[in-house]
Each structure stands twice: as structure tokens, then as C-alpha cells.
């Protein structure tokens, strides 16, 4: 899952940043808004954008509007001090998905950011399951046939953004960019690497290949 | 009468006064004038009926009484005529119930008798007196009735007066009455201009004041809500990072990560407590311009107080790699409170630090010139667009863009001193070193007595 953290303070940023990092979201920070929207145009296949209101250059409003008026559906995640009903208001009206107030708690902004991209999906059930496997995303529990399964990160990663869209074909270039941020080396087999990893421990069922286009995993 | 207040009401009132007054001058001057022509009119009357009695021979009784009614004939002047011989004896009388007394006053007279008073014309012949009096009631009563008759078309013209006064009035006053329901009828909030087309000069500037105070009170409110939404973002800010701070320590698991948390917190903590220091510092030095009491000064030497802030500011301004430096101190000295003036010009200078990139350049200086001083800090940052240099002193406003990690509330602080010791506060463009130049202006007052 891709993000798009859009943070102007320094401290908060850092915080979420490794926070997000470290379950397992590949994050982009970017700072003002114009920066956001350089980023947004660049890359059409953000998973989620949390964004701040209050920000140089241009206001986060209006990054989301502009976001909104040339169609990009990507869900987003208002994170701001502004706290009057009105602002709240003017930014669900602006297009966004779920508007959360500062101080905000980690957990809580986790929990959010789970059920939208799980509504983005077009799921409302917080579990995916299919034939033999249950598919946790919370605690990213992975029971087949009973019994608990174990993934390394970025295993999950694939898994996670498979499931999220369950009967779409994500190219291997998709994966990859849900994969890593902009930090990240990629190496070139990587996501073959993770697939064939998935497939022993799931079964050869769960992931289908559409040859020359991608991978899928079926409705359930 | 109650006073009224309504303008209606009050034009009314003094037309209706106006127009008694003059109805009853009118009167007054058409009574006088009537009772004048009666008097005229009438002795002229007198004298011809008393010089038509008049005759060479005495006249019977019943001749006399004949040529009366044929003088006095149509019209019933109530005129008594009385005549006597040389000798005394009354030859005769008109029917009348007024017995004159006997009085040989010739020419005209006023006679007071049986509570009346006559008029009196007496003529004295060889043979015969003839006396001819009139009751001046009737004159009275003639120039009454005239001057009753001229009060008429004013009765009749007051009402029709006092209805196109009041149509007029009530036309003039509906963009008025306009105006006060639009006024009535708005939110607490809305303070949008009134229309003013329509409304009559009087009035009319009275709205354009009143508009020119919406503006004014817009203006304010807005700065107002600016500086609560501000707040609102720059408080919860630091408090956000504290508590995101906090969590991600709890969910260190090791000794590295714990040790990034921990210093993270640290600085996060040390950002709040700045903010809270400035906020305090602001908020002091406002109520003590509020309260408006001359607080203690005594002169403040500038140079010395430059030099002193140049040396505390040294170290931050060498870990940034920033070259901090006096450029040229004159000596000058300014009556005001030393512990304000330092918070001024180091607030001045740590902004000046903090928004210039490492290897710049930030000087200090001090100029003395005719009547005022100055404190002068220049630096080789980005500057402030001249567009923005209004807004940068709003508390928590930050230039756009802006790397620096500041409160936003230095150039609050700075003006509110500055204010408050008569100073004038400029922002501008350093033309030697390229970025901002700011400039606190003191009025030194004249010495007449050294």
C-alpha cells in the first residue's frame, strides 16, 4: 500500500513517517502543497493520501479540489488542528474521505486509514476470505485451513494489495510501486520473488497470473 | 407637551405652531387694519349726518328724525343723535335707549356712558348744537368679523399644509426606514456594507460613516477569527507532535529506535515550551501596553545593548555556520525598558539566524541621526515579498515556504515593544546583503534642557 503523507510540521512528519513505515506502507512526505500536487500528478497510483490543511504554498483545501475536479478518486485522510465545524465541514464538502483532529491518536489514525482503504476497495468486512484462507489486514493474521501462516513484510505487502482490490489485475510494475517509496532500491525480480514466496505458503489458488498483465487474486 | 423625537412628528409640531402664529399675526394686523378704515369710514359718516342736520333754521322733531333715518338708512349704525338749542334745551333725540350726557366738546370724542363708549362728533351752529354719537362696539365688531373672515382659507389650507407635509416627510424617510430593517433584519455577524442609493443627503452620510464602521469592525473580526484559527493550528500543532512523540517512544522496541524517540520528544517538548515562553512574553508585553501606565524607563544604551545581543546569539548563529556580527554601533541611547528593548532585538536577530541558510551573513547595527535612532538588523536570506510584509506581523503568521521552525509570534513581539516605546517597526530589502532588513526607528525627543 502506497501512501502520500502531506506534513508540513518537521516533528509530526517524522513521526508518522516511520510510524507508517513501520506498518508496512510505502510513504512519500512531501511538505507544501504545491509539493503535493507535483507528487499526486507524478504518481496516479497512491493507495491514500493524509493530508494536512495548514500548508505553505498551497492550502491543503485546495490541493484536495484540484485533486477532486481532474477525477483522481483517491481516497484522503484530513489530518488538522483546524477544529470549527464549518472548517470540518468545508473539508468533507472538498472531497474528503474522513477528517481527523490534532491531537490525534496513532491507533485511531491506523484504524482510519484500514477502513477507508478497505472501503476503497469496495469491501466493508474488515476480513477477506477465500476457499481455505482467511485474510486479516488488521493483524494481519493469515489462517489457512486453521492454521496461522506467517509472511515477512513484504510478502505481506503483495498479499495486502492483492486483496485490497479482489478481482482487479495489478501490473508488476503496480506492485512495485505499492511496494517501495521513493527511497527504495527496487530490484528487478523482486515481486516475482515475493509471488512465488505467497504461493508456497498459500497455495498456488489464492494468486492467479494473467500472463503479460499481472496478478490477481479472485473474488471471493 | 412631550418632547418627541420622531422628525415627523416634530416638522408637524412646529408647522402647526408656525401656522397658528401666523394665522393669528394675520388677524391681529387685518383687526387693526379694519378697526382703522371703520374709523375712518364712520367719523367721516358722523360728520356728514351731523353737518346735514345742520341747518340754518331749527328743525321740528319730526323732520330731525326723518333726515336721521334717511342718513342712517341700510345700515344700522345704532347712531344717536341729539340736538339743543343755544340755550340749553334739548330740541331733540333719536329712539335710542343711550342718553349722552350733555357735553359741548366740538369736534370728535370718546364718551364713557351707561358703560359703553361712544364716539362723539359735536357741531355747534348759531342756532342749534348738534351731537352725533356711535357705539364703538359696532366698530369693534365689524373689524372682528373681518378679521374673522381672513382666518378662513388658513383653516381651511392647515390640514391640506400639515397632509402634503406629511406625505412628504414619510416619502423622504422610507429609504431611511429601508435602511434601519436591513439593519435590523441581519445576522451578528454580517457586516456587509448597506445601500445607500436612494436615501436622502441628510442621511445619507450618516450611512456612509456607518458603512465605513462595518469595515472597520469587519477588519478586526477577521483578524480576529485569522488569529483563532491560527492559534488553533500553531497550539494543537506542537501538541500533536508531543503525543505522536510519546506514542512512537512507546512503540520503540529497541535500543536505537528508543534513543531517536527519546531525542525527538526532547525537541519536541522544547519547541512547546519556546512557544509558550513568546506566547507569555507576547501576552505581557500587550497588557502592559494596555494598561497604558508609564512603566519605568531610563536610558538604554542601543550599542551596548546590540554588543550584548551579538555575544548571546554568537553561539546559535556559529552552529548554523551563520556569520553574525555588529556593523556599526554609534552611540546612541533611548529612554525605555531595558528588559523589553533586549526581548526586541533579540527576537530581531534570532529571526534574522534562523531564516538565513547556512554560510550567510547577519549585521547588526546601530545609527544615530537627527532626532531619531535606529536599530538596524540585515541578513542575506530569502527575505519576505513586499506583499507579505503587512501580514508577517499578524501573531502565528509564516511566510510561505519558510524552512525555519519559528512560533510565528517574533514579529508580534517585536512591533508590540516597539509600539509601546514610540518606536516605528520597517521591513525592507537589504540592498549590501540581499535578504530582509529590519529596522526599529526611536524618536530621541529634542534636548531644550541638557
Known sequence: MRLLLVEDDTMIGEVVLDLLRAEHYAVDWVKDGEMADTALLQNQNYDLVLLDLGLPRKDGLEVLRSMRARKDRTPVLVATARDSVAQRIAGLDAGADDYVLKPYDLDELLARLRALLRRAAGRAEPIFEYRNITINPVTREIMVDGTQVSLSAREWAVLEALVARPGAVLSRAQLEEKLYSWRDEVSSNAVEVYIHGLRKKLGSDLIQNVRGVGYMVPKA | ?450
Open chain 2, 1 to 450: 407637551m412631550k418632547m418627541t423625537h420622531s422628525l415627523r412628528g416634530r416638522l408637524l409640531w412646529f408647522l402647526l405652531a408656525a401656522i397658528t402664529i401666523a394665522a393669528v399675526a394675520q388677524a391681529t394686523i387685518a383687526y387693526r387694519t379694519a378697526l382703522h378704515d371703520a374709523d375712518q369710514i364712520f367719523d367721516y359718516h358722523m360728520q356728514q349726518m351731523a353737518l346735514s342736520l345742520r341747518s340754518s333754521t331749527p328743525l321740528s322733531n319730526d323732520e330731525a328724525r326723518a333726515r336721521q333715518e334717511a342718513e342712517s338708512a341700510g345700515g344700522n349704525d345704532d347712531m344717536v343723535v341729539q340736538m339743543w338749542s343755544p340755550d340749553g334745551a334739548q330740541m331733540f333725540h333719536s329712539v335710542s335707549r343711550a342718553r349722552l350726557p350733555q357735553r359741548a366738546v366740538l369736534g370728535f370724542s370718546n364718551v364713557r356712558a351707561n358703560s359703553t363708549t361712544y364716539r362723539v362728533f359735536s357741531i355747534q351752529t348759531s342756532n342749534q348744537t348738534v351731537q352725533v354719537a356711535q357705539d364703538l362696539a359696532v366698530r369693534r365688531n365689524m373689524a372682528g368679523n373681518l378679521a374673522l373672515r381672513t382666518l378662513g382659507p388658513i383653516a381651511v389650507m392647515m390640514p391640506i399644509l400639515m397632509l402634503v407635509v406629511w406625505w412628504v416627510v414619510s416619502g423622504s424617510l422610507q429609504p431611511v426606514a429601508r435602511v434601519r430593517s436591513q439593519v435590523a433584519s441581519r445576522q451578528a455577524d454580517d457586516l456587509s456594507p448597506v445601500s445607500d442609493t436612494g436615501l436622502p443627503d441628510e442621511v445619507r452620510p450618516l450611512v456612509q460613516e456607518l458603512n465605513l464602521l462595518f469595515g472597520r469592525v469587519r477588519t478586526a473580526f477577521e483578524a480576529q477569527q485569522n488569529f483563532v484559527a491560527d492559534a488553533a493550528h500553531e497550539l494543537r500543532t506542537p501538541l500533536a507532535a508531543l503525543r505522536l512523540q510519546a506514542q512512537s517512544l512507546d512503540r520503540a522496541d529497541t535500543p536505537e529506535a528508543r534513543q531517536v524517540a527519546v531525542s525527538r520528544l526532547t525537541a519536541g517538548i522544547d519547541r512547546a515550551t519556546r512557544l509558550v515562553e513568546q506566547l507569555l512574553i507576547l501576552a505581557r508585553q500587550e497588557a502592559t501596553a494596555a494598561e497604558g501606565t508609564a512603566a519605568k524607563t531610563r536610558p538604554v544604551d542601543l550599542a551596548d545593548l546590540a554588543r550584548r545581543t551579538a555575544a548571546d546569539l554568537a553561539g546559535v548563529a556559529a552552529a548554523k555556520g551563520v556569520d553574525l556580527g555588529l556593523q556599526q554601533a554609534d552611540p546612541a541611547s533611548v529612554d525605555g525598558q531595558p528588559d523589553a528593548l533586549q526581548i526586541l532585538l533579540r527576537n530581531l536577530v534570532d529571526n534574522a539566524v534562523k531564516y538565513t541558510p547556512g554560510g550567510g551573513t547577519v549585521d547588526i547595527s546601530v545609527l544615530s541621526g537627527a532626532g531619531t535612532v535606529a536599530v538596524q538588523v540585515e541578513d542575506s536570506g530569502p527575505g519576505i515579498p513586499p506583499d507579505e510584509r503587512e501580514r508577517v506581523f499578524d501573531r502565528f503568521y509564516r511566510v510561505a515556504g519558510s524552512e525555519a521552525a519559528g512560533s510565528g509570534l517574533g514579529l508580534a513581539i517585536i512591533k508590540a515593544i516597539a509600539e509601546r516605546h514610540g518606536a516605528v517597526l520597517t521591513l525592507g530589502s537589504s540592498e549590501r546583503l540581499g535578504g530582509l532588513m529590519a529596522t526599529v526607528t526611536f524618536k530621541t525627543p529634542v534636548q531644550t534642557a541638557a
